[in-house]
């Protein structure tokens, strides 16, 4: 990637080709055709029907998260967490009518679908803060039809657990608190090699891993080799933007596991970065007082996270949901 000079040529540097990419959705016929292509692979009812009704609707929502994306790219940080989410909201919603012909179909799947808790006005820590994932709601709903994913109504997840999940954030993690919650792992198409040492900071045996992996995840054992234990990938694992197990850094281009197994979080990375942009844009829309104490004073390691989680995200989101849609091209 050409790095510029100015901080806001970069950011429009960095969105540019995705956006490109995704405009080649913006005509109704090659749109009405690729919508009834996957619903026809989804066994829909009405494929024709259904993608001529929405291919427009589908347009719209991608064109209104450029939009936003854009306009947040020359934002300055105290708004950019606000239209950075609706950006990703009208994406998500984009991706939604692919899976769900009849998006929405009941007004209960038009909220946020995440709730934050009540702040303390006195030494709140922004990484301990948490959400938690609401029974209605767009979250489960695209964690349903985007992931085939259900069952985690009312989980709550703090923002250091979130974050953690993030491999681009882990050397903020390491130079602040000398912690590393990321294992470096290797993958070829569907294949991963553990090493041993990770099994042993596991604290399980080679039996009781393969045992928690194949449990958990779906990961097929095949054999031990040397000091690695290599296994065939679940479907849903085989790419970054779907997986519940590997994490992968953009950057470095590099895969991981969590270093331990508690930090297994089970949610792909779209509804990670989801979960994490909902907190930060409802502090940046009511917790006022808090938001600026933090941008102009730079008091707590906060600001760290937070600044360098929307560098990230306003980069990887979009990217990951071009993944997602061109699997069906």
Sequence with gaps: ??????????????TYHEWKDLALFYSVEST???????????????????????S????????????????????????KPILLFYGMSQLIKACLITQDPHYPSHTSVLAHGVTARKRKKQNYCFSDDEVKIQRNGLCMHFMKHLFGQSGIEDERYTMKKLLAAIPELSDIFYFQKKELFIAKIRKDKDLVSIPEDIVIHYKMSDSRFVEYMSHHFQWTFLKKDKDDLQFHLSRQDINPWTSISLLFDMDKRQYYIPSKRDQFLKLPEITIHYLILYNIGMIARYETEWWYELLTQHVSDDYVFIQQFLMVTENKFPKYILKFLQQYV
């Design 1 to 14: 990637m050409k790095y510029l000079d100015n901080g806001k040529e970069l950011e429009i540097h960095m």
């Design 32 to 54: 009405q055709k690729f919508l009834e292509k996957v619903y026809v692979l989804n066994g829909a009812d009405e494929a024709k029907r259904n993608s001529f009704k929405n």
């Design 56 to 79: 427009e609707r589908f347009i719209f929502f991608l064109k209104h998260a450029e939009s936003f994306y854009k306009q947040a790219s020359c934002s300055p940080l105290e708004i």
